[in-house]
């Protein structure tokens, strides 16, 4: 029977894969607890920052995963 090489690449060789997995984790932290927060103000600080209550509504309804 003939022998076959199979080359492997180890996980150095793709740089960049941790980083953009901690990226894109710490992102998806950063807007869940954005739109948490933002669905608890009241009206008057959502007038502040120029938001309406179903604007805001509408984005703190959003799932973390969407821009």
Request: proline share 7%; no cysteine; charged share 30%.
């Amino acid at each position: 029977m003939p022998r076959t090489h199979i080359q492997t690449l180890p996980l150095r060789a793709r740089p960049g894969v941790v980083a953009r997995l901690v990226t894109a984790v710490t992102t998806f932290a950063d807007r869940r607890r954005d739109r948490q927060r933002l669905g608890q103000l009241d009206t008057h600080l959502l007038r502040d920052i120029g938001l309406d209550v179903q604007d805001a509504r509408r984005e703190s309804d959003k799932p973390f995963w969407q821009p």
